[in-house]
Nanobody, 122 residues
């Protein structure tokens, strides 16, 4: 089971750091990603990080502002979000997969957390 935390209310231009932790398993064997969803819209890809942390990928909308990283010793994955915009407002979900391809697709991920709400005010 995955647990996402760190969401909250922040003004535009501010920063938040989300964290994803696993209970009952270690995250080190999984590619881990972040997705987000606005009510009424489809869940969308934000970023993923490879098992060792050396590879990552981002949605164009967050590239240069968000950084995904992992600490395998602590079995956590973080998403540092800077220069936040009102359009970043969403529930953010972390997810993990044993797969190695199509990592920006929801259906690739086997395990999901419960989500944490990020609200960016203008």
């Amino acid at each position: 089971q995955l647990q996402a935390s760190g969401g909250g209310l922040v003004q535009a231009g501010g920063s938040l750091r989300l964290s994803c932790a696993a209970s009952g398993r270690t995250l080190s064997g999984y590619v881990t990603g972040w997705f987000r969803q606005v009510p009424g819209k489809e869940r969308e890809f934000v970023a993923w990080v490879g098992r060792s942390g050396s590879m990552s990928n981002y949605a164009d909308s967050v590239k240069g502002r968000f950084t995904i990283s992992r600490d395998n010793a602590k079995s956590t994955v973080s998403l540092q979000m800077n220069s936040l915009k009102p359009e970043d407002t969403a529930v953010y979900y972390c997810a993990a997969t044993t797969g190695a391809t199509r990592l920006s697709l929801l259906q690739t991920y086997n395990y999901w957390g419960q989500g944490t709400l990020v609200t960016v005010s203008s």
